[in-house]
């Protein structure tokens, strides 16, 4: 599971097949206290993303460079030779099984467009049913100021 920003637009092909396949760049960044120094210290990590199907079609329909992005999927590595060199290659990608769209850059919530087939706390399917139009308010994760807050020494790793 990854939230990152775009680090470019999406690259959308068509394979001899007919599928549609989406390859994407996320941004994950990790920011801490350094405890020697107590200073703040930023570690950004770069994923290959690729969606499949209907999933690369929204991929390249609604994101763009700099938006947010939830995936959920698994990870592959997939190898080739070099014709250059004749050295064999590696990648490792993630595939997605799961999508959700995060605001937009300098937006509202009424900007958000969920994405995916998973469904979300209200037990509504997250896909919308018509592609242009924004999600309704009830489809948006629902959040309960009530609700406990979580202790660190709760969390069971």
């Not at 120094?37 to 499949?52: A, I, L, M």
């Not at 995060?102 to 919530?109: I, L, Q, V």
């Not at 309704?136 to 660190?152: K, M, S, W, Y």
Request: hydrophobic share 30%.
């Amino acid at each position: 599971m990854l939230i990152g920003n775009l680090t470019r637009d999406p690259e959308v092909r068509t394979t001899p097949s007919g599928q549609t396949v989406a390859t994407l760049g996320i941004a994950t960044n990790r920011v801490w206290n350094n405890p020697k120094t107590g200073q703040k210290e930023q570690q950004v990590e770069f994923h290959s993303v690729v969606c499949w199907g209907r999933m690369g079609e929204l991929a390249g329909q609604y994101l763009a460079k700099g938006r947010s992005v939830f995936i959920e999927g698994r990870l592959t590595t997939r190898n080739w030779q070099d014709q250059r060199s004749g050295e064999k290659r590696y990648r490792t990608e993630i595939v997605a099984e799961n999508m959700q769209f995060g605001p937009r850059p300098g937006g509202s919530e009424g900007d958000y467009v969920p994405q995916g087939n998973t469904p979300n706390r209200t037990g509504g399917n997250t896909a919308p049913k018509n592609q242009d139009a924004q999600a309704p308010a009830e489809d948006l994760p629902i959040i309960q100021e009530d609700e406990p807050e979580i202790e660190v020494k709760d969390i069971p790793f």
